[in-house]
Structures are given as structure tokens and as C-alpha cells.
């Protein structure tokens, strides 16, 4: 995603020349934090330097406390409690008032509950992780600046949500899945091939088969297609 809502952040600026902005990557999957630093890790060019990565819940907090990073990129769905926990472990940090922590949602989920959960947590924002390299530069500094920044469409859910109207409500079938099965069961909805699937969520396409198989028996499906209106009767897709 290249429509991100913010001002462009050019490698040359002199703010890029003078500040350094210290980042940590939390994420489970080891070959996307991989990507993300050689993304945007390069100091000199950004101006983002990471100081710290994390898989789960526990070592987030552990690296958080040790290195206080003005930015933490946070994914949604970890191990241990997910990105709320972590959140919720880290709220001395979030309103310290001389050194504060700033969190900015990455995630693969752009689903109304997830990007809802973190904001009530105390995120300053959330983009997904098709943005670009550059305008995700681009938000770490805005973040850490202390602006809130949302890809246009998650803005709406923040707005609505926090606006006392058109919250998601609870649904018992939707909470019977796991996180990894809702990320495998909102791709498969909007038709993408279980390849397609594996590389977005970094795991193998005979995962994704168990997830789906999973999702179908859970939910008390048949197939791809009832999967499929099953998750526009909801407004997952």
C-alpha cells in the first residue's frame, strides 16, 4: 500500500541528516523483521535505526525496557497474548512523560477488531504490511513526533469505533478461531491461492491447509465458496 496519509519523509532531508529515530521490530515471523530492517534499517539513508527485535509477547517487553526506543513496530497477533498484551505490559513506558514509548501497529490483519484492539491499548497508529518501505519511514517519524497515522480505510474504523457507533459486535463462531486462523480464513474469503496465502503470512502452503481445514470445521463448513459467504455476511472481506 502506497496511500498512506502522510507527508513523504526524502532520504536526503536535513531532518533525515540530523535525527535519528530508535525503532524496535516485533513480529513472530523472523524473515519479515529480516526484510523490514534491511528496509528501512539502512540509518544513514532513512534515519531509522533498530535496536531491537522481538518474536512474542515476553521478549517484546524484555527489549522494550532494555532499550526504550522511541518506536515500536507492533504486530497484532503474537505469541503469549498479542499485540494488546504487550500493549497492556507497557503502559509505565507509553505515558512516561520525559522518555515516552510509541507504538505503531504493522500488521498483515486489517480486520476492524484488530485495529480497534491496539488503539484502545494505546497505539499511536496502524498500517498494514503491504505499505511501502519509504512511507513507512515516513510514519515511524510521524509516530514519534506523536501524530496518529492510519491508512485512510483503518482511520474509518478508529473514527466509528470511537464515535460510539458501528462497533463489530461479539460473534461466538468468529471467537472460536485462532488469530492465525483468522488471518488464513480473511485471505481465503477474498480469494486468494493457498500459495498466495503462505506467502503473505510467511508460513508453508500444507499450513495453511490445516488452518483452512480448521476454519471449515469450526465454523461447520463445506467448502472454499460457503467459507467465502460466510465472511461477507460479516463484513470480514
Request: aromatic share 4%.
Amino acid at each position: 500500500m502506497n496511500t498512506e496519509d502522510a507527508q513523504q519523509h526524502e532520504p536526503g532531508d536535513e531532518a533525515a541528516e540530523s535525527r535519528t529515530v530508535r525503532v524496535v521490530l516485533v513480529d513472530d515471523h523472523r524473515m519479515f523483521r529480516t526484510g523490514v530492517q534491511a528496509e528501512i534499517g539502512e540509518t544513514g539513508r532513512t534515519g531509522i535505526e533498530v535496536v531491537g527485535e522481538a518474536a512474542d509477547v515476553d521478549q517484546a517487553v524484555t527489549v522494550i525496557t532494555a532499550t526504550r526506543p522511541e518506536v515500536v513496530l507492533l504486530d497484532v497477533h503474537l505469541p503469549g497474548g498479542g499485540g494488546v498484551e504487550v500493549l497492556r505490559r507497557s503502559e509505565a513506558m507509553m505515558t512516561d512523560p520525559d522518555r515516552p514509548v510509541r507504538f505503531l501497529g504493522l500488521s498483515v490483519s486489517d480486520a476492524a477488531e484488530d485495529v480497534i484492539g491496539v488503539i484502545r491499548g494505546g497505539a499511536r497508529g496502524y498500517v498494514t504490511k503491504t505499505i511501502t518501505g519509504t512511507d513507512l519511514v515516513n510514519a515511524i517519524f510521524r509516530v514519534a513526533d506523536g501524530d496518529a497515522v492510519f491508512s485512510p480505510r483503518l482511520a474509518g474504523f478508529v473514527l466509528d469505533a470511537f464515535a460510539g457507533t458501528d462497533i463489530p459486535p461479539v460473534d461466538e463462531d468468529l471467537d472460536s478461531l485462532t488469530q492465525r486462523e483468522r488471518e488464513v480464513l480473511r485471505l481465503i474469503a477474498r480469494g486468494y491461492a493457498y500459495k498466495e496465502v503462505a506467502k503473505q503470512l510467511f508460513i508453508s502452503v500444507k499450513t495453511v491447509e490445516s488452518h483452512v481445514s480448521a476454519v471449515l470445521r469450526k465454523l461447520q463448513l463445506s467448502n472454499r465458496n460457503e467459507l467465502t459467504r460466510w465472511a461477507a455476511a460479516r463484513r470480514l472481506v
